[in-house]
């Protein structure tokens, strides 16, 4: 079984010790560090070129893995005829919030799949899947250089393979700085938004969300305590909303940028940034991207002190929380964004 | 006596006459080419406008922040400014042309000196164009990426930028037009060197302690705050 991984050298030197016959490998050297999405498509092209039956990739980042992760992934594909895997980790409370807040609420109400994490940085794919996101996939463009993982993942819903998850394990939490959170915003929201324009008439029709199928635990949650400094968070929220208001003014609605306007001027204690205004923040922002009312790139950007706000929101409200709060609550907003799926309909076809 | 004066006026009378018959078909070409130069700047007016809105120009006057000055002016859309210079530019061009007919020496210098400054003004009018495009983009820039950070003047950096951007934009139009251009240079190089050293000057001297305290923040506490502040998104 062939098998590629992101950092062949370290897959190499840890697959040593496992392995019971001679173990072929496909190695290239990068001049410098390449982007995600260079570097997948090597990994893509390597599994093509072997003509591998499945294709498990794993992140540098991964400092978390077990052994039989790989099993987790790779059966599937192997035994059950799978196309995509795609992981589900257990997080630490307050850790993924995009993920739970935006990139899996906004996936599942317009692909109408729910896949816990679209933007993957472990996950396996079938050969023939690699070899089709290999051809279609407009690798010059900046977007799916950057957010290939969030690429690959709508490819393999958009064209009806079989998807399904596995549940991995701990999730390692990556040192981010501030300045990574535009990064992330970057890599995930942005690909997101750009998938929506070539990919209406598939998501256009599409009504609520169906389970993928999932082998092991769908969600599990380390109650952990975080400090986090939450007026730090309402700060930066509040400024951000008083500070860009030329910019939200040709993004959101009016209803919408007032109501932001008035939560800009809670205390902590009685902030609030409710689900459905989130969820409807979210649409007016990809509807605008759709338009490119400025520059697609600024959009994305805007969109980080919103959600800031919205993490201060989950933070509040799941501060006693139980493991099954947070999941009723993660439930919850993505009814909100499959509920309002009509209203980004209406605004996308807008022409103001 | 009288009959010599009867015969000046009557001469006079005849070159009056003569001179008129001379003129009159330069004239009645001159509105021939008038008529038909504004039938052509219509029609030109129109292509403008059916082009400028295919080509979605409003959207990047928008973006540019044109639309914003012009509607604070109580002036039309920029779309059709652009489409209404293009007609009094080709009309004008065409009543010169027409005047050129009539033959008056005095005149000549100036319709070729007109001719061709159009070039220039048309050079001009872009440079001011992506000049007001390249402020607006690199001020919002600015202003994201200091709010992302929780820069506190965000605002009044985004201002700076776009103003900067703007008067460089603006001394290179009256430069290209030639309109006052060696008071322009010094004027530019004169306010551009005084904010650049009361900048040096504010942050090396009056903002010496902010100075400190911002790098002492940034340098002992940024650790801290990263852990405290922000949460992993991904």
Redesign the interface.
Known sequence: MPMVGASIDDVWSVSKVYALRTLHSISTRYASSPEPGTALRTILAAADLLRAKACVVISPDSTTIEPDWLQRLVRPVYNDNFDLVSPIYRRQM??????RNLLYPMTRAIYGYRVREP?A?EFAISGRLASDFLIKEPWNDERTKAGTEICLTIAAITGNYRVCQSFLGPKA??D???????A??RR?VGPLFSSLDSNFPFWSTITGSQPVPTVGAQSEVMLEP????RK??R??FA??VV??EP?FR?ILSASTLSELQRIATLEVSEFNYPADLWAKTVFEFAASYHK????RD?IV??L??L?RGK?LTLLLENRDGFEEDIEKNVESLCGDFERLKPYLLEIWADRK | MREIIITELTQALHDLGRGFAHYLPRLIVMLIIAFVGWMIAYLLKVLARSILRLTKFS?LS??AGATQLLNQAALPSSTELLSRFVFWVAWVGFILLGVSVLGIVALQEYISQFFLFLPRLFVALVILFFGLLAAS?FS??A????????FRS??LLSISIRIIISIFALSMVFEVLGVAKETMLIAFGTAFGAIMLSLAIAFGIGGKDVAREFLEKRLVTAKK??????????
Do not use: C, W
Not at chain 1, 94 to 99: D, Q
Not at chain 1, 176 to 182: K, T
């Open positions: 307050f850790e993924g919030v995009l993920v933007y940085s939490r990556p981010r700085s501030a300045s990574d959170l535009v992330a915003m995930t975080v400090r986090v400094n730090r968070l700060e930066m400024t951000g500070q860009l910019v040709s490119s009312v400025i520059s600024h950007q805007a980080v002190p959600y993490t | 959207k928008e973006n983009f919002r820039a202003l994201l990426a200091a709010v992302n950070v929780n965000s605002r705050e990263e852990k405290e502040g922000e949460l992993s998104p991904l």
